[in-house]
């Protein structure tokens, strides 16, 4: 069973526009492990984030902000006044506890345009 | 702090050939995983490693795949034969153990292989 659902296959912007990616997720734990991760074009995937089941406060990075929502089992990731640089693939994740390895959503494709 | 190594980033081999995947883990993280990521998808977990032991190889296809991590440090994956749908971007992870970092999985570069 799909674990985790990013339904936006890809996202166009112009710059400075923000841009919101969602992220749906399914499990069974009570205890468990949200992740965001970004896939520039040159492949290599790079830590974002690493969210805790049992915390639900939003996080800001920067531009960068997250809202958790264990109600609608949401974890929403915020681009603010997105940047050429951001364009890349962006991959939500899931991992229960004590298991330790990643279940991917398919992954949103942002292009920010200049 | 060097990252995940990985080598060849690129190959191209013949269906029913043979290829072997490279992968040398930031020092000290204990655990190792590879990824399959087929063009479009996210990464599937083939193999996990803790030290040198198996924790996970559900997802292998053990019947063409087989993967290594004899001093616990350095990985190989292996293909032997290759198919048409084994062309993707074989990606190698892996993470301290030290409490919830653990769950922080830092990745490679990856090798893209290509089956004609």
């Known amino acids: 069973a799909q674990k985790v659902t990013q339904a936006q296959t890809e996202i166009s912007v112009v710059e400075k526009e923000d841009v919101t990616l969602d992220c749906v997720y399914e499990?069974?734990?009570?205890?468990?492990?949200l992740f965001w991760y970004k896939q520039p074009p040159s492949g290599e995937l790079v830590f974002l984030i690493r969210?805790?089941?049992?915390?639900?406060q939003n996080e800001i990075s920067g531009r960068y902000s997250w809202n958790f929502q264990k109600s609608t089992s949401s974890f929403n990731f915020t681009i603010t006044a997105s940047q050429v640089v951001d364009s890349a693939v962006y991959f939500c994740?899931?991992?229960?506890?004590?298991?330790?390895?990643?279940?991917f959503g398919a992954g949103t494709t942002v292009t920010v345009r200049a | 702090e060097a990252g995940v190594a990985q080598s060849p980033r690129y190959k191209i081999i013949e269906k029913r050939q043979s290829v072997a995947f490279w992968c040398n883990p930031i020092?000290?993280?204990?655990?190792l995983y590879w990824y399959q990521q087929i063009l479009g998808q996210g990464p599937k977990l083939l193999i996990q490693f803790q030290n040198n032991g198996v924790v996970d190889d559900s997802q292998l296809p053990k019947d063409r795949f087989s993967a290594e991590r004899l001093k616990g440090v350095d990985s190989t994956l292996k293909i032997q034969p290759a198919k048409l749908e084994d062309s993707a971007v074989y990606l190698c992870?892996?993470?301290?153990?030290?409490?919830?970092?653990?769950?922080?999985?830092?990745f490679g570069p990856g090798t893209r292989l290509t089956v004609t």
């Open positions: 969210r805790n089941s049992f915390d639900e």
């Open positions: 992870a892996s993470s301290p153990t030290r409490g919830l970092e653990t769950y922080e999985q830092y």
């Open positions: 020092s000290g993280h204990a655990t």
């Open positions: 994740a899931l991992s229960e506890s004590g298991d330790y390895k990643l279940s």
């Open positions: 499990t069974r734990d009570t205890t468990y492990y």
